[in-house]
């Protein structure tokens, strides 16, 4: 099995920056990529980024621009960079591990991000 768990998350002022972290643990191997969702009150989950085994890396049109993703295989962990934070940033933001054939297998429980002046 495969254990996520997200970390980074907090309250911060319009305009701050966060990074959040996804450290992977368990049975790892094989994992085609790992994908970055949040979900805001009353919402459907979207899409944040994501990154593959080999370093591919993947946005949404809406979230280009401000946000990076990028990983550490030595740390198995996955790094979202979030700049210029705004309001509506305001989610709960879960990792998730993809295998292609097969779908999500594995997600964190989330890390609270929350921007407000």
């Known amino acids: 099995q495969v254990q996520l768990a997200e970390s980074g998350g907090g309250s ?5 920056s966060l990074r ?13 990529a790992i994908d970055w969702y949040r979900q805001s009150p009353g919402m459907q989950p979207e899409l944040v980024a994501g990154i593959t085994s080999g370093g591919s ?3 949404p049109d809406s979230m280009k621009g401000r946000f990076t993703i990028s990983r550490d ?3 198995n962990t996955v790094y979202l960079q979030i700049d ?6 305001t989610a709960v933001y879960y990792c998730a591990a993809l295998l292609r054939n097969v779908g999500y297998i594995a997600w ?4 609270q991000v929350t921007v407000s002046s």
């Open 84 to 89: 210029s934070l705004k309001p509506e940033d």
């Open 57 to 59: 890396i993947t946005f």
């Open 12 to 16: 911060v002022q319009p305009g701050g």
């Open 20 to 32: 959040l972290s996804c450290v992977a643990s368990g049975s790892i191997i094989g994992i085609d």
């Open 73 to 75: 295989n030595s740390k």
């Open 108 to 111: 964190g429980r989330g890390t």
